[in-house]
């Protein structure tokens, strides 16, 4: 690594990824929810940031706009309906990889180089998550 990547990096969207993962990693180590689900948090989050709206563009290349307000109106109620548990557990994570890797791109990063760091990040935010439930801050263990 030479001085020029790393003083291209964007330290705060990487630093807030990072945070954000570490809470999420926390949050379910104190809540005993099996490690499967931060994974699949990530990869999904992760997922969405690769794809961007392609998936959008094809639901609407495909259904009417009658399907899209149909489903998006489905989607406002339900998360109405799971707001506080949706917000604390995907929102966060999911808003931050996606600025993380917006400042990546801007920095003039590939994309496969953003997805890796991102990745990284969230992995090592995961893990310290789970490290300061044990360690530092331990919740109730049955």
């Known amino acids: 690594m030479d001085a020029g990547f790393l003083s291209r990096l964007p330290v705060a969207p990487l630093f807030l990824l990072w945070l954000a993962y570490a809470l999420l990693g926390w949050y379910l180590a104190a809540h005993h929810i099996v490690w499967l689900v931060g994974c699949f948090i990530t990869a999904i989050a992760l997922a969405i940031v690769?794809?961007?709206?392609?998936?959008?563009?094809?639901?609407?290349?495909?259904?009417?706009?009658?399907?899209?307000?149909?489903?998006?109106?489905?989607?406002?109620?339900a998360l109405v309906a799971t707001w506080s548990l949706l917000f604390s557990l995907f929102v966060i994570p999911v808003a931050t990889t996606i600025l993380a890797d917006l400042e990546m791109r801007f920095a003039g990063f590939r994309k496969v180089n953003s997805f890796w760091i991102l990745t990284i990040l969230a992995i090592l935010g995961l893990v310290v998550g789970e490290t300061i439930d044990i360690v530092l801050l331990p919740s109730s263990r049955y």
């Open 50 to 77: 690769r794809k961007s709206w392609l998936w959008l563009e094809t639901l609407m290349a495909f259904g009417s706009k009658t399907l899209v307000v149909v489903l998006v109106l489905s989607a406002s109620i």
